[in-house]
């Protein structure tokens, strides 16, 4: 099976203070990430699964005085490689966040179209073409075609966060990456986001967080458990739910301690 | 069950009709003030409006000799000086903002944040000085000269250089404003959510981008309000202005010639005004720079965000 995502000894921290720097927020974390699959990553509020996330696609070196060391591959090209811009890496990896993040200057219509743009895309045929695509994928098309000049924040919460995975599917990326993207909404709402990315699937390779422990067990095919910046154990998603390795990873599934 | 919310089984307290009785006396106040200042200059304004009608406005003669007075050299003077003030200051402002904001570290953008609060705060007096003793100089023998040669095709920019002068004013009154502009606009743009700035930046924009495409339009009300608010205070600034712009009542061609302003006129003049005539020409125009500035200062409250209005 082919690996999209290769990452190696990562370990990060916030802050140039030297008290930040020796207290890593993530530790020689090591897992690789296997296309067309969803992998979950969970584990205690803090330890260190945004952080995670952010260092796959550089978001991470946006907080002033954030460090990162060790690599992450990306289709076998090394994201943090001498003269890699890190904006070109992100237009790779889509990436959806914990509350839905609609830019409310935009219409639906730009908010989708925005990171086409950014790309260079300007033939307003291909746009609407991508745009209608990007929206049918996340089942939101119906819902919106007759109000694409709206703005993206008169949608409900769960569109929101629905028309924000569409914006990042409209570059096509490599690895969409989700923030607990569901955590913000109602199980109507959350259940429908479930039902996409288990569609989404098919054809795109997704890393997602969740405090959930259900949504992991349903969703995913490989599971990591993190704790204090560690990756404790990381295996199919049906091994660790059911016979995990590790006493800890066990104590947090029970529902022992996080 | 005991009912807590407003209105149910709270004690009586003597203090809150009180506290509104007086809250709402003062917020009256303030009202009748307002008004107060709008019809006392209506009514001592009364005799120059009865004499000289809408011909106020548009005459260009103010000749205190023959009782002849009307303001469009004034108007065209506050107008004019504005205007340059606002297109140099503007595009500065925003510039230092964007920087302050989005670009410089922390331990630059906080000092240099602080310095310009404290550049808003001086008085004008002292710009007048910096204005007369600096700025008047380097006008004649540097800026105005260069001008000349080489946008001096423009008629606004030919003739004598005169060191003191309408464009004088408008670059004095630029400096002036300037700190409004970033300072509002500055925090305008840092109220910006960061999480906004990371969903653009997480579908591969650069800094730039994220600019233009959300920091920006996010901020838009709020800048257009720094502006407003930062040309009230170039109509309204009478002593820097009065220092530098030759007090000269015409409206010359050239904006290196002398002119005069509405505020800097009343200043001016209103301690020699004799006749009643006189005075109440001056204060007509007092009238007309109070509508102007209430009008600016309006539109400028209605689109400053809640949080950020400074003054
Ligand atoms: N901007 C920051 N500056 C300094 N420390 C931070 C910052 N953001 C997070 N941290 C710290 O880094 C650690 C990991 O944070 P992170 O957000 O990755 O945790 P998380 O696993 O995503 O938690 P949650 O489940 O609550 O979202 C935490 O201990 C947190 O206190
Ligand atoms: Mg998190």
Same mark, same amino acid.
Request: glycine share 8%.
């Given at each position: 099976?082919?690996?999209?995502?290769?990452?190696?000894?990562?370990?990060a921290?916030?802050?140039?203070?030297?008290?930040?720097?020796?207290?890593?927020?993530?530790?020689?974390?090591?897992?690789?990430?296997?296309?067309?699959?969803?992998?979950?990553?969970?584990?205690?509020s803090?330890?260190?699964?945004?952080?995670?996330?952010?260092?796959?696609?550089?978001?991470?070196?946006?907080?002033?005085?954030?460090?990162?060391?060790?690599?992450?591959?990306?289709?076998?090209?090394?994201?943090?490689?001498?003269?890699?811009?890190?904006?070109?890496?992100?237009?790779?990896?889509?990436?959806?966040?914990?509350?839905?993040?609609p830019?409310?200057?935009?219409?639906i219509?730009?908010?989708?179209?925005?990171?086409?743009?950014?790309?260079?895309?300007?033939?307003?045929?291909?746009?609407?073409?991508?745009?209608?695509?990007?929206?049918?994928?996340?089942?939101?098309?119906?819902?919106?075609?007759?109000?694409?000049?709206?703005?993206?924040?008169?949608?409900?919460?769960?569109?929101?966060?629905?028309?924000?995975?569409?914006?990042?599917?409209?570059?096509n990326p490599?690895?969409?990456?989700?923030?607990?993207?569901?955590?913000?909404?109602?199980?109507m709402?959350?259940?429908k986001?479930?039902?996409?990315?288990?569609?989404l699937?098919?054809?795109?390779?997704?890393?997602?967080?969740?405090?959930?422990?259900?949504?992991?067990?349903?969703?995913?095919?490989m599971?990591g458990?993190?704790?204090?910046?560690?990756?404790?154990?990381?295996?199919?998603?049906?091994?660790?739910?059911?016979?995990?390795?590790?006493?800890?990873?066990?104590?947090?599934?029970?529902?022992?301690?996080? | 069950?005991?009912?807590?919310?407003?209105?149910?089984?709270?004690?009586?307290r003597?203090? /809150? &009709?009180?506290?509104?009785?007086?809250?709402? $006396?003062f917020? *009256?106040?303030?009202? #009748?003030? %307002?008004?107060? =200042? !709008?019809?006392?200059?209506l009514?001592?304004?009364?005799?120059?409006?009865?004499?000289?009608?809408?011909?106020f406005?548009?005459?260009?003669?103010? /000749? &205190?000799?023959?009782?002849?007075?009307?303001a $469009?050299?004034? *108007?065209?003077?506050? #107008?004019? %000086?504005?205007? =340059? !003030?606002?297109?140099?200051?503007?595009?500065?402002?925003l510039?230092?903002?964007?920087f302050?904001?989005?670009?410089?570290?922390?331990?630059?953008? /906080? &000092?240099?944040?602080?310095?310009?609060?404290l $550049?808003a705060?001086?008085?004008?007096?002292?710009?007048?000085?910096?204005?007369?003793?600096?700025?008047v100089?380097l006008?004649?023998?540097?800026?105005?000269?260069?001008?000349?040669?080489?946008?001096?095709?423009?008629?606004?920019?030919?003739?004598?250089?005169?060191?003191?002068?309408?464009?004088?004013?408008?670059?004095?009154?630029?400096?002036?404003?300037?700190?409004?502009?970033?300072?509002?606009?500055?925090?305008?743009?840092?109220?910006?959510?960061?999480?906004?700035?990371?969903?653009?930046?997480?579908?591969?924009?650069?800094?730039?981008?994220?600019?233009?495409?959300?920091?920006?339009?996010?901020?838009?009300?709020?800048i257009?309000?720094s502006?407003?608010?930062?040309?009230a205070r170039?109509?309204g600034?009478?002593?820097?202005?009065?220092?530098?712009?030759?007090?000269?009542?015409?409206?010359?061609?050239?904006?290196?010639?002398?002119?005069?302003?509405?505020?800097?006129?009343?200043?001016?003049?209103?301690?020699?005004?004799?006749?009643e005539?006189?005075?109440?020409?001056?204060?007509?125009?007092?009238?007309?720079?109070?509508?102007?500035?209430?009008?600016?200062?309006?539109?400028?409250?209605?689109?400053?965000?809640?949080?950020?209005r400074?003054?």
């Amino acid at each position: 099976m082919k690996s999209v995502l290769e990452v190696k000894n990562l370990s990060a921290s916030f802050g140039p203070h030297p008290q930040a720097a020796s207290h890593p927020v993530l530790k020689g974390i090591s897992l690789s990430v296997t296309a067309e699959q969803i992998t979950a990553i969970i584990g205690p509020s803090g330890c260190g699964k945004s952080t995670f996330l952010r260092c796959i696609n550089r978001m991470h070196e946006v907080v002033h005085g954030a460090t990162v060391d060790g690599d992450v591959l990306l289709n076998g090209k090394s994201v943090y490689g001498k003269g890699v811009d890190p904006v070109l890496i992100r237009r790779r990896v889509g990436m959806v966040f914990q509350k839905p993040t609609p830019f409310p200057t935009m219409s639906i219509y730009h908010n989708v179209a925005v990171g086409l743009r950014l790309n260079g895309l300007k033939k307003k045929a291909v746009l609407d073409e991508q745009v209608e695509v990007s929206l049918r994928k996340v089942v939101l098309w119906d819902e919106v075609k007759d109000r694409l000049s709206q703005p993206g924040t008169s949608l409900s919460g769960g569109q929101q966060q629905r028309l924000c995975v569409a914006r990042a599917l409209a570059v096509n990326p490599e690895v969409l990456l989700l923030d607990e993207p569901t955590s913000a909404l109602d199980p109507m709402s959350s259940g429908k986001i479930e039902e996409l990315l288990r569609e989404l699937k098919k054809s795109y390779t997704i890393v997602i967080v969740t405090h959930n422990m259900q949504q992991a067990a349903r969703l995913s095919d490989m599971t990591g458990f993190f704790l204090m910046g560690e990756l404790i154990e990381f295996d199919a998603t049906s091994k660790i739910f059911t016979t995990p390795t590790d006493a800890r990873t066990e104590d947090y599934i029970t529902g022992r301690f996080g | 069950m005991k009912n807590y919310a407003r209105g149910g089984n709270v004690p009586y307290r003597w203090e /809150d &009709p009180l506290f509104k009785g007086v809250t709402f $006396l003062f917020a *009256l106040f303030i009202l #009748l003030l %307002t008004l107060f =200042i !709008a019809f006392s200059l209506l009514v001592h304004a009364t005799p120059a409006i009865k004499k000289f009608g809408f011909e106020f406005l548009w005459g260009t003669t103010w /000749d &205190p000799v023959s009782e002849q007075f009307s303001a $469009l050299p004034f *108007l065209y003077g506050t #107008l004019i %000086t504005a205007v =340059i !003030a606002l297109l140099t200051a503007v595009p500065i402002g925003l510039f230092v903002s964007i920087f302050l904001s989005e670009f410089s570290p922390r331990w630059l953008s /906080d &000092p240099i944040s602080y310095l310009i609060d404290l $550049l808003a705060a001086i008085p004008s007096v002292i710009y007048g000085i910096i204005g007369l003793f600096v700025l008047v100089p380097l006008m004649r023998g540097n800026i105005e000269p260069a001008l000349s040669n080489s946008i001096g095709f423009l008629p606004v920019f030919q003739g004598p250089f005169y060191g003191v002068g309408i464009l004088t004013a408008g670059l004095l009154l630029s400096m002036m404003i300037l700190p409004f502009i970033i300072s509002i606009s500055r925090e305008v743009m840092l109220s910006v959510p960061q999480t906004q700035r990371e969903a653009i930046l997480s579908l591969g924009a650069t800094q730039w981008e994220m600019v233009y495409k959300v920091v920006m339009p996010l901020s838009r009300s709020g800048i257009i309000g720094s502006i407003f608010l930062a040309l009230a205070r170039a109509l309204g600034e009478t002593m820097a202005v009065t220092m530098v712009i030759g007090n000269n009542p015409d409206i010359p061609l050239s904006f290196f010639e002398p002119g005069h302003t509405m505020a800097a006129v009343i200043a001016n003049e209103f301690t020699e005004a004799a006749s009643e005539l006189y005075l109440s020409a001056l204060i007509e125009i007092g009238l007309i720079l109070f509508l102007v500035s209430f009008v600016v200062n309006g539109i400028a409250r209605i689109l400053i965000p809640g949080g950020v209005r400074a003054a």
